[in-house]
Structures are given as C-alpha cells and as structure tokens.
C-alpha cells in the first residue's frame, strides 16, 4: 500500500517534469537553431531534411556580418548609449526618489502623480511629436537623440522613491544633526542604502536600452549611428535571403545579455516583480 | 534672526533634472500630440489646422486602419487568453515540484531579456516557406501540408502570435508561480480531503487564490499586445508587401501608425491613430481596474 502511494507520487513527478521539460526544449530550440544556422555554409542551411548538426562549420556570416555592415561600431554605439542612460538613470532617479520620498516641498505630491501618470501613456502618444523636438533640436542621427530623453525615466524615480520610503527618517534626522546638507544625506546616507534597488534598476535600464528598438529606428539614419537591433532590421530588410547571417546578428544581439542574464538569473527572475509594481 | 523654512528649496534642484526632461519629453509631446491630431503635418512645412478631418477620414474613409484594428484585436484575442493560461497551467505543474524549479523559470525566462526583434528574425527563419523552415519541416513529419506562413495572408497573423505567445511565457509563469507560492497547503490539502483531483485543485484552489496576480497580468498583458509592434516589422518585412505584409494581413495598429508617420511623414494623420490607440487602452485599462474593484 506504502509502495503504491510512493510509486505513484514519483509518476507524477515524472509526468510534471516531462511536461516542463518538452516545454523547456521548445523555450531552448530556437536559439539552438540560430546558433547552428549562423554557423552553417549555404550548401547546409537549405537542405531537406533540415540537418540538426553542422558538417562543416563556418565563421563566413559573421565575417560578412562585420565586414559588409558596421557591426563592430553598432556594438559600440549600444554599449555606449545603454551605458550612459543607465548611470545617469542610477544618480537622477535615486536623487529625485529621495526628494519625493523624505523632503518636503510645495506641489510635491501633485508633480509624483504627473509622473506616475505618464507610466501609464501608452509611448506611441510621445512617439511623433519626440521626433519632432529632437529634429528641432538638431538632435536626429546623434547620440543626444538617442542618450537625453532617456535619462531619468519616471520608472525609476518611482522604485527609488519607494524604496527611500522604507528608509526609517530617523537616520536622516541624525544626519541632519551631525550636520550634514541635503546633499551630504543623500551622498552618505540614502545611497549606500539604496544600492539593491539601484541593482535592479540598473539591470533593467541597460536591458530595456540595449533591446530598445523603435526609437533608435526613428531618430537615426546613418548606418553609423545604429545602434545593434536595428543592424537585425538592415539584414532582414537587405540581405532577406541570406538567413545564416541574419542568425549571426541575431546572435551578436542576444548573447551578451543572456550572459548577463545567467550571471544574475536570480536578482532578473525577483527584479520583475519590482519593476512592475505599479499602481 | 532667520526663519527656518517648514519645506526644503534643495528639493527642487534634486527632482530638476527629472522634472525638466519630463516635461521636454512627455509632458509637452502629450499635448502636442493631441494638437497635431489636428493639423496636417509633413515636418516641412508648418502644420495646418483641419479640425477633425483625421479623425474622419480615419474612422469612416479608411480602411486599412480598420484593417489594422481588426487584425491588433484578433491579436490580442489569441494572444492574451493563450498565452496566460498556458503559463498558469505550467505554474501550477511548476510549483508541484520539490526542486530544479530555479532551472525551469531561468529557460523558460530566456526570451523576456532578448531583444523582440532578433527572436522575430529566428522565428521568420523557422516559419521559412516551402520545406526549409524547421517548422514547415515538422509539419511534414506530423503528416500535415507545410504552409507558406509569412507570405500567406491567413498564417502570418497566427505565426506573428504564435511567435509573441512563446516569447510571453516565461514573464508570466514566473509572475503566477510566486503568487501560486503563496497559497496556503492547507486548501490544498482541504480540497484533497474533499475528493478533488489535481484539475479539480487548479480550479477551485489555484485559479480563485491567485485573481488578483491574474487580473493584473491579464491588464498588463492586453495593454501590451495592443501596442505590439517590434515582431510584426520584422515579420512583414523584407519583402516588397509594405509594412503590413501580403494584402494587410499583418498590419497591427501601431504598425500603420509607424508607416503613416514615419514612411509616408503624415504625421497629422499617425498623431490621430496614436490617440485612437491611447483611447482604446485607456478604455481596456478602466474596465480591467473596474475588474480589480469588485473583488
């Protein structure tokens, strides 16, 4: 009797884990499809039946990739302008947060909810006339464009602002005796305390930048100032046919953030729910 | 002798950054916006006032735009109810197990941090025509016709949510299994007492307990997919179709928003359909918070 119930416990199990199982292969096999199909020779890739190995494997489309398109300086540019938002977002938001969260001042509630709002507009509404303040700032096809109205994303002053909250005034109180500024408070105190949620909203500015796609495609030109994902838009619009190089640059696109994605799986799988909290 | 000041004026240096940024980049384009609804705008010359002419022309003269709002709901209709019950299904098959939950949500999670339009290119690629696609090519083994899914005016939208419902899973099966892991065993352990097999303790434990995670998914979600747009410009480019691919089929709104405003520069004309949509998502959004309030 004690066996049976055992037995069929771990059939169970078995049948959960198959299930989830399937349903993980199916998550994996479109990137182990790109992987193989960016390293495969044309002779290979349209074949029937379509082959699940590489016979002869070849680096060609990602030579094609860096040679006929300015790859190498797209990576660049993404690392650049994700970057830079990310840092600027980390010092503007947390120093805005804390403003919200612990001083007090007229209209402060009133200019909080204007914020909050606009997380709510859908950003196709800002799309248009964006591009019109940024060519009338002489912004189109420069890094300001894609850098400056992405530096204090009312997102993050809302984590940072909820954060702070939880911050007892206390030792802002003590600060303030031992006579520190505002300023000072903010430096010494609020920062250092502050920093797990200055983790997450790191991770997510410079993923959210780094995947970032319409923007970037509306406000520049020159093949120069692409940023990567637009680089997977120039392959699948020119070179439609030649899919083992679009697999490549699918690639170049994907693989850095997975890898920082398995580094920090576990602050990405909580940093979800803290990025969503809204309302 | 100084009066001290019950607020701080440092305050308003510390948000001005934000504050000016905000205002330069949302707070005026939210009305422009609105006023350019109202002009004719081709960025070279200066808009020109024509009342409610966009507005008409797009709900009574305009068909591609009805196109487009048929195909974004019928999107949306598949996408959303597919997907989530999907990743709520895997939750609770998820949260019955006593390890290797970790590895399951960190594969299942891959495509939420890549980038939507390099997950678009791979799946054109496996949707490929005729017998290169891996798909068409496991079609052929199930015994089935392959189809020609990007050039074929009934697939393309089915293969552009097929595409979006994998990319989804993971966000919301890792959102469903911390609620579900927040249930008590005890219900659990109450419905088994009651006969309740494991369909039985989905339904009347899991799906009730978990509504408030589940309206707020459902709210983020049919937000979202309404504004999907990053696949379908991949999916239905590259070819000479336009932006909405063979015959519109796979025109979202969003996407003929991109081509009115951005190919064609009427950006009169894409300033009316970007506040159709924030209209249609404001609508969606109140009757999915009235959804919350009456529980």
């Known amino acids: 009797m004690n066996a049976n119930v055992g037995w069929r416990i771990n059939w169970r199990t078995l049948l959960i884990v198959a299930i989830l199982s399937v349903g993980a292969l199916l998550m994996v096999l479109p990137y182990y499809w790109m992987v193989i199909s960016s390293l495969k020779p044309p002779e290979e890739l349209y074949t029937y039946p379509p082959r699940f190995t590489v016979l002869k494997p070849t680096f060609a489309p990602y030579r094609e990739l860096f040679t006929m398109l300015p790859m190498a300086r797209s990576l660049l540019n993404s690392v650049f302008v994700a970057s830079s938002v990310t840092l600027s977002n980390m010092f503007l938001c947390s120093l805005a947060g804390y403003a919200f969260a612990k001083l007090r001042f007229p209209g402060r509630d009133a200019i909080f909810v204007a914020l909050i709002s606009a997380m709510m507009i859908p950003w196709q509404v800002f799309l248009i006339p964006g591009f019109v303040i940024v060519k009338n700032l002489g912004w189109l096809n420069t890094y300001w464009a894609l850098i400056i109205p992405n530096l204090a994303m009312p997102f993050g002053i809302f984590m940072c602002r909820q954060y702070i909250m939880s911050i007892p005034d206390g030792l802002i109180e003590a600060a303030r005796i031992d006579g520190y500024n505002e300023f000072g408070i903010y430096w010494r105190v609020i920062l250092p305390l502050v920093t797990p949620a200055l983790a997450t909203l790191a991770i997510f500015t410079f993923l959210s930048q780094w995947n970032s796609f319409v923007w970037p495609l509306i406000v520049t030109q020159s093949s120069q100032m692409r940023t990567v994902p637009l680089i997977i838009a120039v392959l699948n619009g020119q070179f439609g046919a030649n899919f083992a190089m679009i697999m490549a640059g699918a690639l170049v696109v994907t693989l850095p953030m997975l890898l920082v994605f398995l580094a920090f799986q576990r602050q990405f799988i909580k940093g979800v729910f803290l990025t969503t909290i809204r309302e | ?295």
């Open chain 2, 1 to 295: 002798m100084r009066r001290q000041l019950d607020w701080h004026p440092i305050a308003f240096v510390f948000i001005a950054p934000a504050l000016l940024l905000f205002l330069i980049f949302i707070f005026v384009p939210l009305f422009a916006s609105l006023y350019l609804s109202f002009t004719q705008y081709n960025v070279l010359h200066p808009p020109q006032w024509v009342g409610l002419e966009n507005f008409r022309q797009l709900l009574f003269h305009d068909p591609r735009f009805w196109k487009a709002f048929r195909n974004t709901v019928c999107y949306v209709v598949g996408v959303v109810p597919i997907g989530i019950s999907t990743a709520l299904l895997l939750a609770a098959a998820l949260e019955e197990l006593a390890r290797g939950k970790q590895l399951f949500k960190v594969l299942y999670f891959i495509p939420t941090v890549t980038s939507v339009v390099a997950i678009a290119a791979v799946w054109k690629w496996l949707f490929a025509g005729e017998k290169f696609g891996l798909i068409n090519y496991g079609l052929i083994q199930l015994g089935l016709k392959p189809v020609d899914w990007l050039l074929s005016p009934t697939w393309i939208l089915p293969a552009i949510m097929i595409m979006s419902i994998w990319a989804g899973l993971g966000y919301n099966l890792v959102f469903f299994s911390a609620g579900i892991s927040t249930i008590p065993q005890t219900l659990y352990e109450a419905a088994k007492v009651d006969g309740a097999n494991w369909w039985g303790r989905f339904w009347n434990v899991t799906v009730p307990m978990l509504r408030p995670t589940l309206v707020f998914v459902v709210v983020m979600a049919v937000i979202n997919s309404f504004q999907v747009f990053d696949q379908v410009y991949i999916m239905t480019g590259g070819t000479s179709e336009g932006t909405g691919g063979v015959l519109d089929s796979g025109l979202t709104l969003v996407s003929y928003l991109y081509e009115q405003g951005f190919v064609r520069f009427r950006m009169g004309y894409a300033s009316a359909i970007a506040y159709l949509i924030f209209g249609c998502v404001f609508g969606l959004t109140l009757v999915n918070i009235r959804m919350l309030r009456s529980k």
